[in-house]
């Protein structure tokens, strides 16, 4: 079976709600409000179907329209995004104990929020000495192994656009801050399935991620971090198969 852009479609699939998917994910692939025309466009739909599921999103919450008569997504969206989120963080949890069980070191799970990484689970390191990001916390994702596996997934367009918002400021001597380079960064990420942070984030502090997702979907990141003078390269080297494994259980 074809879909609306020429390609195959499994069967069994509902042609109008995958379109009204696909309206969602372009609004929130923009990172802006979007004109009828627009998300036609990104969607290759025409454009009075889009208009007419655009309509049914407003009504139902999903989207909203602003006085320029663009669309962007609503807080019905924002309410699934809220419990999806919290549907992976219980899921991770396990994973994240049995990382730390491993370790002997914080495990963190993180997601991409606009232009920051944000962590939303976490189990501490037993440790007295540990590091601690605080659930919730906002960090920039150039200097930090789960914004690295994060970033790695996206576009190019995208990540260099994300870059020239926020620029690439050091955290630490170690911070990548040429967009060249960590570009580079990302192509190895990509290759490797993994990300360090090598005190770029926080001096003396080192973590290693993997994405969480299968098939190149990556939906967060998992990573386990700790004292750079304990959590060794050797160290972390050892541990980097279980957390990738962790993430695609987790995905």
């Known amino acids: 079976m074809l879909d609306s852009t020429g390609g195959s479609r499994p069967a069994g699939t509902v042609q109008s709600l995958e379109r ?6 372009a609004l929130a692939r923009a990172e802006r409000a ?11 739909l025409p454009q009075g179907t889009v208009h007419r599921l655009l309509q049914t999103l407003q009504a139902r919450g999903y989207v909203r329209r602003a006085e320029s008569r663009k669309y962007s997504l609503g807080t019905g969206a924002v309410r699934l995004g ?3 989120q919290g549907a992976l963080a219980r899921s991770a ?25 944000v962590y939303v ?22 200097s930090t192994a789960v914004g690295k596996v994060l ?17 690439l400021p050091a955290r630490t001597p170690a911070t990548i801050t040429r967009v060249e380079d960590f570009l580079a960064e990302l192509d190895r990420t990509l290759e490797r399935g993994w990300a360090a942070d ?19 979907h990556v939906v967060a990141a998992l990573s386990v971090s700790g004292p750079a003078d304990r959590f060794t390269t050797a160290v972390s080297d050892k541990l980097i198969p279980a957390i990738q494994e962790a993430g695609r259980q987790v995905g």
């Open 121 to 142: 689970e976490q189990v501490s390191s037993p440790h007295t000495l540990r590091m601690f990001a605080e659930v919730g916390r906002h960090v920039p994702p150039h």
């Open 93 to 117: 949890r396990p994973h994240l104990a049995e990382l730390v069980r491993l370790s002997g070191e914080t495990a963190n799970l993180a997601v991409l929020e606009g232009d920051d990484v």
């Open 198 to 216: 090598e005190e770029e984030q926080e001096t003396g502090v080192r973590c290693v991620a993997a994405p969480v997702g299968r098939d190149g």
């Open 34 to 44: 979007l004109g009828v025309g627009e998300v036609a466009e990104a969607t290759r």
């Open 151 to 167: 970033l790695a997934a996206l576009p190019r367009d995208r990540v260099v656009a994300l870059l020239q918002r926020t620029g």
């Open 20 to 25: 009204a998917i696909d309206v969602l994910e």
């Open 82 to 84: 809220t419990a999806a």
